[in-house]
C-alpha cells in the first residue's frame, strides 16, 4: 500500500509564504507525474501545479503562476510547493497526487491522492 502525506500547512497572513511537502510511505513506486490540487469550500477540486518525475518540467494552474514554485526531491520521494505571496483565495485543502501513467497533468485523473492539508490565508 502507498501513501502520500502531505505537511506544511497552516495559517498565514495575506502576503506570507508556505512550504508544502509531499512524501511517499510504505514502498517506493514508479510515477510519471506527482501534482497539487486544492479545494475551497463549496468548490471543485482544480489543479494548482504539477512536476514531471524525471524531466522535472513543471506546469502551473494561471491563477498562482510567479508566486507558487513546485519541486521535487526524487532520492526523499518527495514533492514541495512553495507558496508566496499567499492570498485570501488560495484558502483551501491542498492535496498531492501522484500518476504512472503519460496524460493530461491538469486532470484529476491520478493514481494516488493524500489526505489534503488546509491552508488558511487571512486577511
Known amino acids: 500500500q502507498v501513501q502520500l502525506v502531505e505537511s506544511g500547512g497552516g495559517l498565514v497572513q495575506a502576503g506570507g509564504s508556505l512550504r508544502l511537502s509531499c512524501a511517499a510511505s510504505?514502498?517506493?513506486?514508479?510515477?510519471?507525474?506527482m501534482g497539487w490540487f486544492r479545494q475551497a469550500p463549496g468548490q471543485e477540486r482544480e489543479f494548482v501545479a504539477a512536476?514531471?518525475?524525471?524531466?522535472?518540467?513543471?506546469y502551473y494552474a494561471d491563477s498562482v503562476k510567479g508566486r507558487f514554485t513546485i519541486s521535487r526531491d526524487n532520492g526523499k520521494n518527495t514533492v514541495y510547493l512553495q507558496m508566496n505571496s499567499l492570498k485570501p483565495e488560495d484558502t483551501a485543502v491542498y492535496y498531492c497526487a501522484a500518476r504512472n501513467t503519460r496524460g493530461i497533468l491538469t486532470s484529476l485523473r491520478y493514481d494516488y491522492w493524500g489526505q489534503g492539508t488546509q491552508v488558511t490565508v487571512s486577511t
Open positions: 512536476i514531471t518525475w524525471g524531466g522535472g518540467s513543471t
Open positions: 510504505g514502498r517506493t513506486f514508479v510515477r510519471d507525474a
